[in-house]
Nanobody
Framework: QVQVVESGGGLVQPGGSLRLSCAAS????????TSWYRQAPGKQRELVAA???????NYADSVKGRFTISRDNAKNTVYLQMNSLKPEDTAVYYC????????WGQGTQVTVSS
């Protein structure tokens, strides 16, 4: 069993930046795939970014060039650096660790508004 906790969400103006953190209860990020998803009101949950055990990354087209996923193995934490935020980035952001089963965090709200 793995506990996953997201943090770092908040209210930011368009063009601003936020960094989300995903902390796991065990040091497993080097072994499995960690992904960030988001879900806006009335919409389906969508994949934003993912980082594999080997360090390769992939991004949704809508965030390429603006968001960066990274991993700090020593801190058991995966980050999502979000720059040039837009109102359409407003959503609850979730972290998922895939290790046979999928483990989700509780989500953190990101609101982009002036």
């Amino acid at each position: 069993q793995v506990q996953v906790v997201e943090s770092g969400g908040g209210l930011v103006q368009p063009g601003g930046s936020l960094r989300l953190s995903c902390a796991a209860s065990r040091n497993i990020f080097r072994i499995y795939v960690t992904s960030w998803y988001r879900q806006a009101p009335g919409k389906q949950r969508e994949l934003v970014a993912a980082i594999a055990s080997g360090g390769s990354t992939n991004y949704a087209d809508s965030v390429k060039g603006r968001f960066t996923i990274s991993r700090d193995n020593a801190k058991n934490t995966v980050y999502l650096q979000m720059n040039s935020l837009k109102p359409e980035d407003t959503a609850v952001y979730y972290c998922k660790i895939s290790m046979g089963s999928d483990y989700w965090g509780q989500g953190t709200q990101v609101t982009v508004s002036s």
